[in-house]
Protein backbone atom coordinates (compact mmCIF):
# COMPACT_ATOMS: atom_id res chain seq x y z
CA UNK A 1 0.00 0.00 0.00
CA UNK A 2 2.96 2.81 0.98
CA UNK A 3 4.65 1.72 -2.62
CA UNK A 4 1.63 2.26 -4.39
CA UNK A 5 0.77 5.44 -2.54
CA UNK A 6 3.98 6.78 -3.57
CA UNK A 7 4.02 5.89 -6.77
CA UNK A 8 0.57 7.52 -6.92
CA UNK A 9 1.92 10.48 -5.87
CA UNK A 10 5.06 10.86 -8.08
CA UNK A 11 2.68 10.27 -10.97
CA UNK A 12 0.13 13.27 -10.03
CA UNK A 13 3.47 15.58 -9.63
CA UNK A 14 4.33 14.61 -12.85
CA UNK A 15 1.10 15.51 -13.68
CA UNK A 16 0.94 18.70 -11.95
CA UNK A 17 4.45 19.96 -12.93
CA UNK A 18 3.15 19.12 -16.85
CA UNK A 19 0.58 21.61 -16.18
CA UNK A 20 3.31 24.45 -14.77
CA UNK A 21 4.47 24.42 -18.33
CA UNK A 22 1.65 24.22 -20.13
CA UNK A 23 0.74 27.37 -18.69
CA UNK A 24 3.85 28.99 -18.72
CA UNK A 25 4.13 28.40 -22.40
CA UNK A 26 0.57 29.49 -22.91
CA UNK A 27 1.39 32.52 -21.31
CA UNK A 28 4.16 33.55 -23.35
CA UNK A 29 2.90 32.37 -26.46
CA UNK A 30 -0.51 35.05 -25.81
CA UNK A 31 2.21 37.27 -25.03
CA UNK A 32 3.67 36.72 -27.88
CA UNK A 33 0.65 36.90 -30.14
CA UNK A 34 -1.34 39.23 -28.67
CA UNK A 35 0.63 41.59 -26.14
CA UNK A 36 3.39 42.64 -27.45
CA UNK A 37 5.40 39.65 -26.40
CA UNK A 38 8.52 37.93 -28.20
CA UNK A 39 9.28 34.25 -27.84
CA UNK A 40 12.85 35.22 -27.02
CA UNK A 41 14.29 37.03 -24.13
CA UNK A 42 14.73 40.68 -24.57
CA UNK A 43 18.83 41.52 -24.71
CA UNK A 44 20.36 44.07 -23.16
CA UNK A 45 22.49 47.41 -23.79
CA UNK A 46 25.45 45.20 -23.96
CA UNK A 47 24.36 42.91 -26.18
CA UNK A 48 21.59 44.49 -28.07
CA UNK A 49 22.47 47.95 -27.84
CA UNK A 50 20.08 50.62 -27.86
CA UNK A 51 19.41 54.54 -26.98
CA UNK A 52 21.42 57.16 -25.64
CA UNK A 53 20.09 60.39 -23.97
CA UNK A 54 22.20 63.47 -23.03
CA UNK A 55 20.37 65.25 -20.37
CA UNK A 56 21.59 68.62 -20.25
CA UNK A 57 20.64 71.07 -17.08
CA UNK A 58 18.67 74.18 -17.13
CA UNK A 59 20.53 76.72 -14.90
CA UNK A 60 19.85 79.81 -15.79
CA UNK A 61 23.73 80.70 -15.25
CA UNK A 62 23.90 79.05 -11.78
CA UNK A 63 26.76 77.04 -10.84
CA UNK A 64 25.75 72.73 -10.63
CA UNK A 65 26.74 71.66 -8.08
CA UNK A 66 28.08 67.60 -7.56
CA UNK A 67 25.17 67.22 -4.68
CA UNK A 68 22.88 67.81 -6.96
CA UNK A 69 23.61 65.75 -10.04
CA UNK A 70 24.47 63.03 -8.04
CA UNK A 71 20.80 63.12 -6.94
CA UNK A 72 19.65 63.47 -10.02
CA UNK A 73 21.43 60.35 -11.45
CA UNK A 74 19.65 58.63 -8.55
CA UNK A 75 16.40 59.66 -8.92
CA UNK A 76 16.97 59.13 -12.91
CA UNK A 77 18.21 55.76 -11.96
CA UNK A 78 15.11 55.26 -9.92
CA UNK A 79 12.67 56.30 -12.69
CA UNK A 80 13.99 53.68 -15.03
CA UNK A 81 14.02 51.13 -13.23
CA UNK A 82 10.41 51.93 -12.27
CA UNK A 83 9.20 51.76 -16.07
CA UNK A 84 10.23 48.31 -16.61
CA UNK A 85 13.57 49.29 -18.20
CA UNK A 86 16.30 46.44 -17.12
CA UNK A 87 20.12 46.81 -17.54
CA UNK A 88 19.98 50.62 -18.06
CA UNK A 89 22.86 52.77 -17.75
CA UNK A 90 23.09 56.12 -15.94
CA UNK A 91 26.24 58.44 -15.46
CA UNK A 92 27.56 61.40 -15.66
CA UNK A 93 29.91 63.66 -18.07
CA UNK A 94 31.46 67.30 -17.90
CA UNK A 95 30.29 66.98 -14.36
CA UNK A 96 26.95 68.52 -15.39
CA UNK A 97 25.17 66.44 -18.01
CA UNK A 98 23.78 63.26 -17.38
CA UNK A 99 23.93 60.07 -20.05
CA UNK A 100 21.08 57.93 -20.01
CA UNK A 101 21.74 54.35 -21.63
CA UNK A 102 18.88 52.44 -22.25
CA UNK A 103 18.05 49.24 -24.24
CA UNK A 104 16.47 48.94 -27.39
CA UNK A 105 14.12 51.95 -28.66
CA UNK A 106 12.58 53.73 -25.43
CA UNK A 107 8.82 54.52 -25.72
CA UNK A 108 6.99 58.16 -25.09
CA UNK A 109 6.27 57.48 -21.98
CA UNK A 110 9.82 56.30 -20.75
CA UNK A 111 11.26 59.39 -22.18
CA UNK A 112 8.89 61.55 -20.41
CA UNK A 113 9.86 59.93 -16.89
CA UNK A 114 13.07 60.36 -17.88
CA UNK A 115 13.16 63.98 -18.68
CA UNK A 116 10.63 65.64 -16.43
CA UNK A 117 12.23 67.22 -12.97
CA UNK A 118 8.65 66.76 -11.53
CA UNK A 119 8.97 69.71 -9.54
CA UNK A 120 5.61 69.71 -7.72
CA UNK A 121 4.10 72.86 -5.98
CA UNK A 122 0.90 73.38 -4.32
CA UNK A 123 0.20 77.09 -5.05
CA UNK A 124 -3.53 78.94 -4.03
CA UNK A 125 -5.28 79.77 -6.72
CA UNK A 126 -6.04 84.12 -7.51
CA UNK A 127 -7.45 84.44 -10.77
CA UNK A 128 -8.64 81.52 -13.44
CA UNK A 129 -9.94 81.60 -16.89
CA UNK A 130 -10.92 78.95 -19.44
CA UNK A 131 -12.23 81.95 -21.90
CA UNK A 132 -9.54 82.77 -24.50
CA UNK A 133 -8.02 86.22 -23.23
CA UNK A 134 -7.57 88.40 -25.78
CA UNK A 135 -3.85 89.94 -25.88
CA UNK A 136 -2.40 93.10 -25.64
CA UNK A 137 0.61 94.82 -26.20
CA UNK A 138 2.85 94.62 -23.55
CA UNK A 139 3.46 97.27 -21.42
CA UNK A 140 7.03 98.22 -20.18
CA UNK A 141 7.46 99.64 -16.42
CA UNK A 142 4.28 98.14 -15.08
CA UNK A 143 4.68 98.69 -11.00
CA UNK A 144 5.78 94.73 -10.10
CA UNK A 145 5.22 95.75 -6.17
CA UNK A 146 2.09 95.09 -4.18
CA UNK A 147 0.80 98.64 -3.02
CA UNK A 148 -1.05 96.54 0.08
CA UNK A 149 1.50 93.96 1.76
CA UNK A 150 -0.63 90.42 1.23
CA UNK A 151 -1.53 88.48 4.53
CA UNK A 152 -1.72 85.41 3.02
CA UNK A 153 -1.31 83.38 -0.32
CA UNK A 154 -5.09 84.22 -1.02
CA UNK A 155 -4.83 87.74 -0.78
CA UNK A 156 -5.52 89.61 -3.84
CA UNK A 157 -3.00 91.86 -3.68
CA UNK A 158 -0.65 89.84 -5.12
CA UNK A 159 -2.29 90.83 -8.49
CA UNK A 160 -0.33 94.05 -9.65
CA UNK A 161 -0.36 95.59 -12.97
CA UNK A 162 2.50 93.82 -13.99
CA UNK A 163 1.43 90.65 -12.88
CA UNK A 164 -2.48 91.57 -14.63
CA UNK A 165 -0.27 92.36 -18.11
CA UNK A 166 1.42 89.10 -18.32
CA UNK A 167 -1.31 86.98 -17.14
CA UNK A 168 -3.07 88.73 -20.47
CA UNK A 169 -0.17 88.29 -22.96
CA UNK A 170 1.20 85.00 -22.43
CA UNK A 171 1.09 82.34 -24.90
CA UNK A 172 0.85 78.86 -23.58
CA UNK A 173 2.81 77.68 -26.65
CA UNK A 174 6.24 79.77 -25.12
CA UNK A 175 9.09 78.63 -23.67
CA UNK A 176 8.28 81.48 -20.55
CA UNK A 177 5.14 79.37 -20.10
CA UNK A 178 7.65 76.41 -20.28
CA UNK A 179 10.16 77.92 -17.81
CA UNK A 180 7.27 79.01 -15.47
CA UNK A 181 8.50 76.44 -12.76
CA UNK A 182 11.87 77.95 -12.04
CA UNK A 183 10.04 80.95 -10.53
CA UNK A 184 10.81 81.83 -7.24
CA UNK A 185 8.55 79.96 -4.97
CA UNK A 186 7.44 83.01 -2.63
CA UNK A 187 6.34 84.99 -5.50
CA UNK A 188 2.75 84.48 -7.25
CA UNK A 189 3.36 82.97 -10.50
CA UNK A 190 1.59 82.95 -14.22
CA UNK A 191 0.60 79.82 -15.32
CA UNK A 192 -1.03 77.38 -18.10
CA UNK A 193 -3.31 74.74 -17.75
CA UNK A 194 -3.42 71.45 -19.90
CA UNK A 195 -6.43 72.84 -21.28
CA UNK A 196 -5.31 76.08 -22.28
CA UNK A 197 -6.19 78.00 -19.00
CA UNK A 198 -4.76 80.69 -17.64
CA UNK A 199 -4.34 81.35 -14.01
CA UNK A 200 -2.64 83.55 -11.64
CA UNK A 201 -1.47 81.99 -8.66
CA UNK A 202 -0.23 82.91 -5.04
CA UNK A 203 3.38 81.74 -3.67
CA UNK A 204 3.96 77.98 -2.72
CA UNK A 205 2.64 76.64 0.09
CA UNK A 206 3.57 72.83 0.10
CA UNK A 207 6.94 71.79 -1.53
CA UNK A 208 6.63 68.61 -3.53
CA UNK A 209 9.34 67.50 -1.41
CA UNK A 210 6.88 66.43 1.48
CA UNK A 211 5.35 63.77 -0.69
CA UNK A 212 6.49 60.06 1.20
CA UNK A 213 4.18 58.32 -1.22
CA UNK A 214 2.01 58.20 -4.48
CA UNK A 215 0.06 55.21 -6.01
CA UNK A 216 -2.36 55.27 -9.16
CA UNK A 217 -5.47 53.25 -9.71
CA UNK A 218 -8.99 53.76 -10.32
CA UNK A 219 -10.68 55.84 -8.13
CA UNK A 220 -13.61 53.90 -5.62
CA UNK A 221 -16.76 55.04 -3.69
CA UNK A 222 -16.69 54.92 -0.10
CA UNK A 223 -19.01 51.48 -0.43
CA UNK A 224 -16.23 50.03 -2.71
CA UNK A 225 -17.39 50.29 -6.15
CA UNK A 226 -15.50 51.63 -8.70
CA UNK A 227 -15.90 55.07 -10.86
CA UNK A 228 -14.02 54.12 -13.44
CA UNK A 229 -11.39 56.87 -13.42
CA UNK A 230 -7.97 56.93 -12.96
CA UNK A 231 -6.69 59.06 -9.69
CA UNK A 232 -3.03 59.53 -8.29
CA UNK A 233 -3.13 58.81 -4.18
CA UNK A 234 -0.66 61.05 -2.62
CA UNK A 235 0.47 60.74 0.96
CA UNK A 236 2.21 63.41 2.68
CA UNK A 237 4.99 63.16 5.22
CA UNK A 238 4.24 64.92 9.01
CA UNK A 239 5.26 68.36 7.58
CA UNK A 240 2.82 68.17 4.31
CA UNK A 241 0.01 66.88 6.38
CA UNK A 242 0.16 69.59 8.66
CA UNK A 243 0.89 72.52 6.11
CA UNK A 244 -1.41 70.72 3.29
CA UNK A 245 -4.48 70.57 6.25
CA UNK A 246 -3.88 74.56 7.37
CA UNK A 247 -4.53 75.57 3.13
CA UNK A 248 -7.69 73.44 2.68
CA UNK A 249 -8.72 75.05 6.02
CA UNK A 250 -8.33 79.00 4.21
CA UNK A 251 -9.61 77.94 0.91
CA UNK A 252 -12.95 75.75 2.74
CA UNK A 253 -13.89 79.02 3.77
CA UNK A 254 -13.40 81.17 0.12
CA UNK A 255 -15.90 81.24 -3.05
CA UNK A 256 -15.12 81.31 -6.85
CA UNK A 257 -11.89 81.03 -8.01
CA UNK A 258 -9.77 81.65 -4.73
CA UNK A 259 -11.74 78.15 -3.37
CA UNK A 260 -9.60 76.02 -5.66
CA UNK A 261 -5.81 75.09 -5.29
CA UNK A 262 -3.33 74.35 -8.33
CA UNK A 263 -1.45 71.65 -8.46
CA UNK A 264 1.36 72.48 -10.30
CA UNK A 265 4.21 70.12 -12.02
CA UNK A 266 7.26 72.37 -14.38
CA UNK A 267 4.98 75.51 -14.09
CA UNK A 268 2.36 73.59 -15.65
CA UNK A 269 -1.20 73.36 -13.82
CA UNK A 270 -1.98 69.50 -13.94
CA UNK A 271 -5.08 70.13 -11.66
CA UNK A 272 -6.77 72.46 -10.05
CA UNK A 273 -9.48 70.92 -7.79
CA UNK A 274 -12.37 73.26 -5.62
CA UNK A 275 -11.51 72.56 -1.74
CA UNK A 276 -15.04 71.19 -0.07
CA UNK A 277 -13.62 69.93 2.34
CA UNK A 278 -10.66 70.62 5.25
CA UNK A 279 -7.99 67.29 4.61
CA UNK A 280 -6.48 66.64 7.90
CA UNK A 281 -5.10 62.87 7.49
CA UNK A 282 -2.48 64.32 4.86
CA UNK A 283 -4.11 62.00 1.69
CA UNK A 284 -5.51 63.86 -1.42
CA UNK A 285 -6.26 62.60 -4.72
CA UNK A 286 -5.54 64.34 -8.00
CA UNK A 287 -8.24 63.82 -10.28
CA UNK A 288 -8.32 64.71 -14.29
CA UNK A 289 -8.06 63.46 -17.51
CA UNK A 290 -6.00 60.39 -16.30
CA UNK A 291 -5.44 56.74 -18.05
CA UNK A 292 -3.18 53.64 -16.41
CA UNK A 293 -0.53 55.22 -18.21
CA UNK A 294 -0.68 58.88 -17.67
CA UNK A 295 -1.36 58.12 -14.02
CA UNK A 296 1.27 55.67 -13.39
CA UNK A 297 3.82 57.62 -14.65
CA UNK A 298 3.01 61.03 -12.44
CA UNK A 299 2.82 59.19 -9.62
CA UNK A 300 6.26 57.48 -10.41
CA UNK A 301 7.33 60.53 -10.92
CA UNK A 302 6.16 62.23 -7.39
CA UNK A 303 7.07 59.24 -5.89
CA UNK A 304 11.05 59.19 -6.37
CA UNK A 305 11.08 62.99 -5.75
CA UNK A 306 11.69 65.86 -7.60
CA UNK A 307 14.88 66.65 -9.40
CA UNK A 308 17.43 69.18 -7.82
CA UNK A 309 17.45 70.86 -11.20
CA UNK A 310 15.84 71.09 -14.47
CA UNK A 311 17.07 68.88 -17.44
CA UNK A 312 16.45 69.33 -21.56
CA UNK A 313 17.15 66.99 -23.52
CA UNK A 314 20.58 67.84 -25.68
CA UNK A 315 20.66 64.47 -27.72
CA UNK A 316 19.35 61.60 -28.24
CA UNK A 317 21.49 59.07 -30.42
CA UNK A 318 21.12 55.22 -30.92
CA UNK A 319 24.11 53.05 -29.76
CA UNK A 320 25.63 49.88 -30.81
CA UNK A 321 26.14 46.76 -28.32
CA UNK A 322 28.76 46.84 -26.26
CA UNK A 323 29.57 43.30 -26.55
CA UNK A 324 27.35 42.23 -29.42
CA UNK A 325 26.15 38.88 -31.09
CA UNK A 326 29.74 37.21 -30.46
CA UNK A 327 30.03 37.48 -26.90
CA UNK A 328 26.93 36.10 -26.63
CA UNK A 329 27.75 32.89 -28.79
CA UNK A 330 30.58 32.63 -26.72
CA UNK A 331 28.84 32.48 -23.58
CA UNK A 332 26.47 30.43 -24.45
CA UNK A 333 29.52 27.77 -26.38
CA UNK A 334 30.99 27.79 -22.66
CA UNK A 335 27.89 26.97 -20.94
CA UNK A 336 27.30 24.23 -23.78
CA UNK A 337 30.65 23.08 -23.32
CA UNK A 338 29.68 22.93 -19.33
CA UNK A 339 26.25 21.03 -19.82
CA UNK A 340 28.57 18.56 -21.99
CA UNK A 341 30.77 17.84 -18.99
CA UNK A 342 28.33 17.57 -16.44
CA UNK A 343 26.54 14.78 -19.03
CA UNK A 344 29.90 12.80 -19.11
CA UNK A 345 30.28 12.79 -15.79
CA UNK A 346 27.22 11.51 -15.05
CA UNK A 347 27.27 9.11 -17.65
CA UNK A 348 30.55 7.66 -16.50
CA UNK A 349 29.36 7.54 -13.20
CA UNK A 350 25.74 6.48 -12.56
CA UNK A 351 25.36 4.71 -16.70
CA UNK A 352 21.66 4.35 -17.11
CA UNK A 353 20.72 6.52 -14.03
CA UNK A 354 22.64 9.31 -15.36
CA UNK A 355 19.69 10.00 -17.88
CA UNK A 356 17.59 10.87 -15.10
CA UNK A 357 20.25 13.73 -14.03
CA UNK A 358 19.99 15.04 -18.11
CA UNK A 359 16.57 14.80 -18.19
CA UNK A 360 16.17 16.88 -14.85
CA UNK A 361 18.71 19.39 -16.88
CA UNK A 362 16.35 19.43 -19.78
CA UNK A 363 13.68 20.24 -17.57
CA UNK A 364 15.06 23.34 -15.51
CA UNK A 365 16.65 24.37 -18.80
CA UNK A 366 13.19 25.06 -20.38
CA UNK A 367 11.62 26.03 -17.04
CA UNK A 368 14.43 28.79 -17.01
CA UNK A 369 13.77 29.86 -20.29
CA UNK A 370 10.12 30.02 -19.84
CA UNK A 371 10.36 31.86 -16.76
CA UNK A 372 13.08 34.35 -17.89
CA UNK A 373 11.04 35.08 -21.48
CA UNK A 374 8.00 35.51 -19.11
CA UNK A 375 10.12 38.46 -16.86
CA UNK A 376 11.07 39.85 -20.22
CA UNK A 377 7.68 40.72 -21.20
CA UNK A 378 5.75 41.18 -18.27
CA UNK A 379 8.86 42.83 -16.46
CA UNK A 380 10.93 44.42 -18.60
CA UNK A 381 13.86 42.21 -17.42
CA UNK A 382 16.54 41.93 -20.48
CA UNK A 383 19.35 39.18 -20.61
CA UNK A 384 23.17 40.82 -20.18
CA UNK A 385 26.10 38.77 -20.14
CA UNK A 386 26.24 38.77 -16.72
CA UNK A 387 22.72 37.06 -16.57
CA UNK A 388 24.01 34.42 -18.79
CA UNK A 389 26.89 33.81 -16.61
CA UNK A 390 24.14 33.55 -14.06
CA UNK A 391 22.35 30.81 -16.22
CA UNK A 392 26.12 28.82 -16.78
CA UNK A 393 26.55 28.63 -13.15
CA UNK A 394 23.20 27.37 -12.45
CA UNK A 395 23.98 24.00 -14.22
CA UNK A 396 26.81 23.24 -11.62
CA UNK A 397 24.14 23.70 -9.06
CA UNK A 398 21.62 22.35 -10.73
CA UNK A 399 24.16 19.13 -11.54
CA UNK A 400 25.10 18.71 -7.69
CA UNK A 401 21.02 18.02 -6.05
CA UNK A 402 21.02 15.47 -8.35
CA UNK A 403 24.55 14.14 -7.28
CA UNK A 404 23.61 14.33 -3.45
CA UNK A 405 20.21 12.50 -4.25
CA UNK A 406 21.66 9.65 -5.95
CA UNK A 407 24.70 9.10 -3.27
CA UNK A 408 22.15 9.15 -0.70
CA UNK A 409 19.69 6.39 -2.73
CA UNK A 410 23.14 4.35 -2.96
CA UNK A 411 23.81 4.67 0.44
CA UNK A 412 20.60 3.28 1.49
CA UNK A 413 21.42 0.39 -0.68
CA UNK A 414 24.60 -0.49 0.79
CA UNK A 415 22.53 -0.50 4.31
CA UNK A 416 20.55 -3.46 2.88
CA UNK A 417 17.56 -1.98 1.75
CA UNK A 418 15.78 -2.36 -1.50
CA UNK A 419 15.45 -0.01 -4.37
CA UNK A 420 11.78 1.13 -3.42
CA UNK A 421 12.66 2.07 -0.19
CA UNK A 422 16.33 3.31 -0.67
CA UNK A 423 14.71 5.72 -3.25
CA UNK A 424 12.31 7.23 -0.31
CA UNK A 425 14.43 7.00 2.74
CA UNK A 426 17.62 8.47 0.20
CA UNK A 427 15.23 11.26 -0.65
CA UNK A 428 14.14 12.24 3.06
CA UNK A 429 17.64 12.68 3.89
CA UNK A 430 18.93 14.61 0.28
CA UNK A 431 16.38 16.58 0.49
CA UNK A 432 17.67 18.40 3.97
CA UNK A 433 21.15 18.59 2.03
CA UNK A 434 19.75 20.08 -0.96
CA UNK A 435 17.50 22.76 0.72
CA UNK A 436 20.30 23.73 2.92
CA UNK A 437 22.34 24.60 -0.06
CA UNK A 438 19.80 25.89 -2.10
CA UNK A 439 18.59 28.51 1.00
CA UNK A 440 22.38 29.98 0.92
CA UNK A 441 22.76 30.52 -2.66
CA UNK A 442 19.21 31.99 -2.58
CA UNK A 443 20.33 34.41 0.41
CA UNK A 444 23.32 35.12 -1.63
CA UNK A 445 21.44 35.98 -4.91
CA UNK A 446 19.19 38.33 -2.95
CA UNK A 447 21.38 40.46 -0.62
CA UNK A 448 23.65 40.42 -3.99
CA UNK A 449 20.59 42.12 -5.77
CA UNK A 450 19.96 44.40 -3.01
CA UNK A 451 23.23 45.70 -2.84
CA UNK A 452 24.31 45.68 -6.98
CA UNK A 453 23.97 48.19 -9.26
CA UNK A 454 23.88 47.42 -13.17
CA UNK A 455 24.69 44.21 -14.53
CA UNK A 456 25.28 42.45 -11.43
CA UNK A 457 21.89 42.43 -10.52
CA UNK A 458 21.33 40.49 -14.01
CA UNK A 459 23.57 38.10 -12.99
CA UNK A 460 22.12 37.89 -9.31
CA UNK A 461 18.69 37.72 -10.95
CA UNK A 462 18.80 35.01 -12.58
CA UNK A 463 21.51 33.00 -9.74
CA UNK A 464 18.56 33.62 -7.34
CA UNK A 465 15.86 32.11 -10.26
CA UNK A 466 17.53 28.69 -11.14
CA UNK A 467 18.32 28.30 -7.57
CA UNK A 468 13.91 28.37 -6.95
CA UNK A 469 13.74 26.25 -10.28
CA UNK A 470 16.25 23.88 -9.24
CA UNK A 471 14.35 23.11 -6.19
CA UNK A 472 11.04 22.33 -8.12
CA UNK A 473 12.80 20.35 -10.83
CA UNK A 474 14.41 18.22 -7.89
CA UNK A 475 10.97 17.43 -5.92
CA UNK A 476 8.39 17.80 -8.92
CA UNK A 477 10.65 15.79 -11.26
CA UNK A 478 13.71 14.02 -10.33
CA UNK A 479 12.26 12.69 -7.17
CA UNK A 480 8.83 11.49 -8.84
CA UNK A 481 10.93 9.54 -11.66
CA UNK A 482 13.43 7.91 -9.51
CA UNK A 483 9.99 6.77 -7.82
CA UNK A 484 8.86 5.25 -11.14
CA UNK A 485 11.88 3.69 -12.45
CA UNK A 486 11.90 1.99 -8.92
CA UNK A 487 9.51 -0.27 -10.09
CA UNK A 488 11.02 -1.20 -13.52
CA UNK A 489 12.74 -4.42 -13.18
CA UNK A 490 15.78 -3.00 -14.87
CA UNK A 491 16.94 -0.93 -12.09
CA UNK A 492 14.79 -3.23 -8.82
CA UNK A 493 17.18 -6.03 -9.53
CA UNK A 494 20.22 -3.59 -9.79
CA UNK A 495 21.30 -4.51 -13.72
CA UNK A 496 25.06 -4.11 -14.06
CA UNK A 497 24.38 -0.90 -16.22
CA UNK A 498 22.01 0.82 -14.13
CA UNK A 499 24.09 2.15 -11.74
CA UNK A 500 22.26 0.88 -8.66
CA UNK A 501 23.75 -2.91 -9.10
CA UNK A 502 24.31 -3.44 -4.63
CA UNK A 503 27.26 -5.59 -5.87
CA UNK A 504 29.34 -2.79 -7.89
CA UNK A 505 28.49 -0.45 -4.94
CA UNK A 506 30.36 -2.95 -2.81
CA UNK A 507 28.43 -5.49 0.05
CA UNK A 508 25.26 -4.92 1.40
CA UNK A 509 25.23 -4.03 5.07
CA UNK A 510 22.68 -5.98 6.94
CA UNK A 511 22.97 -4.38 10.48
CA UNK A 512 24.62 -5.84 13.62
CA UNK A 513 27.64 -4.89 11.73
CA UNK A 514 26.83 -7.91 9.60
CA UNK A 515 27.34 -7.90 5.61
CA UNK A 516 25.25 -10.46 3.23
CA UNK A 517 27.44 -13.09 1.90
CA UNK A 518 27.60 -11.86 -2.04
CA UNK A 519 25.84 -14.18 -4.55
CA UNK A 520 29.44 -14.37 -6.84
CA UNK A 521 32.65 -14.93 -6.21
CA UNK A 522 34.01 -11.42 -4.61
CA UNK A 523 38.11 -10.62 -4.79
CA UNK A 524 39.92 -10.70 -1.80
CA UNK A 525 40.19 -6.34 -1.78
CA UNK A 526 36.39 -6.25 -2.22
CA UNK A 527 35.95 -8.24 1.03
CA UNK A 528 38.62 -6.45 2.99
CA UNK A 529 36.95 -2.86 1.66
CA UNK A 530 34.00 -4.63 2.71
CA UNK A 531 34.87 -5.22 6.19
CA UNK A 532 36.88 -2.25 7.31
CA UNK A 533 33.05 -0.27 5.89
CA UNK A 534 31.41 -2.51 8.25
CA UNK A 535 33.59 -1.73 11.26
CA UNK A 536 33.13 2.17 10.68
CA UNK A 537 29.31 1.38 10.74
CA UNK A 538 29.38 -0.01 13.90
CA UNK A 539 27.25 1.59 16.67
CA UNK A 540 29.11 2.21 20.14
CA UNK A 541 26.73 -0.90 21.50
CA UNK A 542 28.18 -2.90 18.31
CA UNK A 543 31.88 -2.26 19.64
CA UNK A 544 30.67 -2.95 23.20
CA UNK A 545 29.79 -6.22 22.35
CA UNK A 546 32.73 -7.39 19.84
CA UNK A 547 35.29 -6.23 22.38
CA UNK A 548 38.55 -5.88 21.39
CA UNK A 549 37.75 -8.73 18.46
CA UNK A 550 38.17 -8.05 14.94
CA UNK A 551 35.63 -8.36 12.27
CA UNK A 552 36.67 -10.34 9.46
CA UNK A 553 35.38 -11.71 6.42
CA UNK A 554 34.47 -15.50 7.12
CA UNK A 555 36.62 -17.76 4.33
CA UNK A 556 35.10 -20.85 2.81
CA UNK A 557 33.96 -23.15 5.59
CA UNK A 558 36.96 -26.40 5.10
CA UNK A 559 36.52 -29.93 6.52
CA UNK A 560 36.98 -30.00 10.32
CA UNK A 561 39.88 -31.46 11.57
CA UNK A 562 40.81 -32.16 14.82
CA UNK A 563 42.43 -29.54 16.42
CA UNK A 564 44.25 -28.37 20.32
CA UNK A 565 43.62 -24.87 21.52
CA UNK A 566 45.52 -23.36 24.24
CA UNK A 567 44.52 -20.72 26.55
CA UNK A 568 44.99 -18.29 25.07
CA UNK A 569 43.79 -19.06 21.43
CA UNK A 570 40.36 -20.09 23.48
CA UNK A 571 40.19 -16.30 25.37
CA UNK A 572 40.66 -15.05 21.86
CA UNK A 573 38.04 -16.95 20.01
CA UNK A 574 35.65 -16.60 23.36
CA UNK A 575 35.51 -20.06 23.97
CA UNK A 576 35.77 -22.76 27.08
CA UNK A 577 39.65 -23.59 27.76
CA UNK A 578 40.65 -26.93 27.16
CA UNK A 579 43.73 -29.48 28.29
CA UNK A 580 46.88 -29.35 26.11
CA UNK A 581 46.43 -32.57 23.78
CA UNK A 582 42.98 -33.06 24.76
CA UNK A 583 40.43 -33.31 21.67
CA UNK A 584 37.28 -31.65 21.64
Known amino acids: MAKSTAVKRARRTLVWLLVIFIALAGVNTAGAIWGGGTFTPKLALDLEGGTEIILAPKTGGAAVSDEQVSQAVAIIRQRVDASGVSEAQISTQGGQNIVVSIPGTPDDATLARIEASAKLDFRAVLVATTADVPTTTPTPGLDATPTVAPTNASDLNYITPALTDQFLNIDCTSTAATDAGQAPADQPLVACGEDGAKYILGPVEVA ?52 QFAIVLDGKVISAPRTLAVITNGQPQISGNFDAASSKTLADQLKFGALPISFTVQSQNTISATLGSTQLISGLIAGLIGLILVVLYSIAQYRVLGAVTIASLVVAAAATYLVVDLLSWRAGYR ?90 VVMMFTHPVMTLLAEL ?53 ERKAAGSTTLVIDPPVEAETPSTSTDASNKATGTSSQSKGKKR
Do not use: C
Open 208 to 259: GDTISNATSGVAQTSSGASTGQYVVNIFFNDQGTTEFASVTTRLSGLTGAQN
Open 489 to 541: PYFRDGHKTSGLDPRQLGAVYRGRAQFKTPTAAVPRSKQESASREAARRQTIA
Open 383 to 472: LSLAGVAGLIVAIGITADSFIVYFERIRDELRDGRGLESSVQAGWKRAIRTIFASDIINLMAAVVLYIVAVGSVKGFALTLGLTTIIDIV
